[in-house]
Nanobody, 126 residues
Framework: QVQLVESGGGLVQPGGSLTLSCTAAGRTFSSLAMAWFRQGPGKEREFVSA????????YYADSVKGRFTVSRDNTKSTVYLQMNSLKPEDSDVYFCAASLTGLGADLRLREEYDYWGQGTQVTVDS
């Protein structure tokens, strides 16, 4: 079992920045691919960004490419999402997810993930 705890959400003005963190426990962190998803009221949970086990590969939704950066520190069992140039449409609950999947998996797919955090709210509003 893997426990994921997100932090770093909050209220920010349009154009501002936030960094989300997600710390994992219960399994060797370097064995997990990690991702961020987001979900708004009445909407499906959508892919935001993912990073493979050794940070060699990162993936982004088109809507956040060039503004968000995903990274991880395996020594701290933590994955980060640096969010810049935030827009009101980025307002959602952001979820961290962990995958045990092996090579060849599509890390943009929700069904590839085995464990989920409780979510952290991000609100972009003036």
């Amino acid at each position: 079992q893997v426990q994921l705890v997100e932090s770093g959400g909050g209220l920010v003005q349009p154009g501002g920045s936030l960094t989300l963190s997600c710390t994992a426990a219960g399994r060797t962190f370097s064995s997990l691919a990690m991702a961020w998803f987001r979900q708004g009221p009445g909407k499906e949970r959508e892919f935001v960004s993912a990073i493979n086990r050794n940070s060699a590969f990162t993936y982004y939704a088109d809507s956040v490419k060039g503004r968000f950066t995903v990274s991880r520190d395996n020594t701290k069992s933590t994955v980060y999402l640096q969010m810049n140039s935030l827009k009101p449409e980025d307002s959602d609950v952001y979820f961290c997810a962990a995958s045990l999947t092996g090579l060849g998996a599509d890390l943009r797919l929700r069904e590839e993930y085995d464990y989920w955090g409780q979510g952290t709210q991000v609100t972009v509003d003036s």
